[in-house]
């Protein structure tokens, strides 16, 4: 599954980096991913609407195992 969900963010990625972001795959477990934002996504106030509306919602399209995506600490 881990491999699954890095293909999808791997499709997300560009999108991101445009905007002087990234997002890094920390974990898989039990249905929850665990992401870290990077660069410019780090300190934006809009990251956890990135975080939900963005790379949980494909993860959960593409991948119905997913039940959250979380940030990393």
Do not use: F, H, W, Y
């Amino acid at each position: 599954m881990r491999e699954k969900v890095q293909q999808v963010i791997n499709k997300i990625r560009p999108t991101l980096q445009a905007d002087g972001g990234d997002v890094e795959l920390v974990d898989v477990e039990n249905g929850i991913v665990k992401v870290r934002l990077k660069g410019a996504c780090a300190g934006c106030p809009m990251s956890q609407m990135t975080l939900k509306n963005a790379i949980e919602r494909q993860l959960k399209k593409e991948i119905p195992q997913v039940k959250a995506v979380e940030p990393a600490n």
